[in-house]
């Protein structure tokens, strides 16, 4: 039987902080369990006995675990990369047995940065859960976005660019922890009706009354809102960073980070085009009945971890 050890961050159930990297591992350590694993999950590498296969959150990385990869057979769920202005994240990928990534582009960043060995990096993109079609309004008017409220999130570009829509009649609902930064959700005014973090359930019925997910994010590693936004057939609006091509391919309108003028003229002609928005709801559902659900995901990271412990 296949042992692994889990080290996930200690908020992982937290209901009033939901994050995608939450998800995600909860989802893997689901699908390991179902696929016949015995699954430990542990919240810090000194609990893993030695010699054991550990499969640990990138969230968690610090420069010690560089020396936990030799005393541990040490995968790394990298969900967003440091970067080189952090040195030891180098030193730590390096010394560790393999690495899953959660995007091709983030696999890509981290060969070019770090130089390391392509075999020993898989990429396990997200999974979507089965979702009900929504239909969609005529005019398009039910605007949402889907994240937690900080600055990394773009909450204020989203927030600029509706200014520039006062002539149009729409509405915009943000789904999502105000209590990461509360001073920047504080400050974002009424533009957006911030709701917090919703169920699961409350999260199914906020989509099936939405028209467009418009995300503007400076940085995404895949953008796992924008594959559940599409597994709803949802059309999407959504940053050009990161990976987030790979999530949307040609089901979704691009637009530079951190550009409110470009947000705008976007969500504009989504708003006044409706030929415009007929196209985009046949790409999203044409999208739709391409995603694959968590069952991939789960059998891609199983066999990282297998051959990681060989």
Known sequence: MSVVHVVVPAGIDDPARPSGGNVYDRRVISGLTGLGWTVHEHT?????????????????????????AARLRLVV???????????????????AAGV??????TRRRLLEWYDLVPSRVRVAEPGVE???????????????CVGAVTFLKGYDVLSAALDGLGDL??????????????TFAAG?????????????????????????????SRAETYGMVVTEALAHGVPVIVSDVGGVREAARRA?????????????????????????RAA??????????????????TALVAGALEEAAS
């Open 130 to 144: 089965p979702s009900a079609l929504t239909p969609g309004s005529a005019s398009g008017s039910v605007l949402l």
């Open 252 to 276: 979704a309108v691009l637009v530079p980070p951190g550009d409110a003028e470009a947000l705008t003229d976007a969500l504009r002609r989504w708003l006044t085009d409706a030929d415009h």
């Open 280 to 297: 985009l709801r046949a790409a999203a559902r044409a999208r739709r009945t391409a995603l694959a659900d968590w069952s991939l995901t």
């Open 188 to 216: 974002l005014g009424g533009t957006i009706r911030l709701t917090g973090p919703l169920s699961r359930c409350e999260l199914d019925a906020t989509y099936a009354e939405a028209d467009l997910l418009v995300l503007a």
């Open 44 to 68: 810090a590498t000194a609990t893993v006995p030695d010699g054991a296969l550990t499969l640990v959150d990138g969230l968690l990385l610090t420069p010690e675990l560089r020396d936990e």
């Open 77 to 95: 769920l990298v969900h967003l990369p440091r970067g080189t202005s952090v040195p030891w994240e180098r030193d730590v990928l390096r010394a």
């Open 169 to 182: 009649t729409w509405s915009c609902r943000g789904v999502g922890s105000t209590e990461v930064e509360p």
């Open 100 to 105: 899953v990534t959660t995007s091709r582009w």
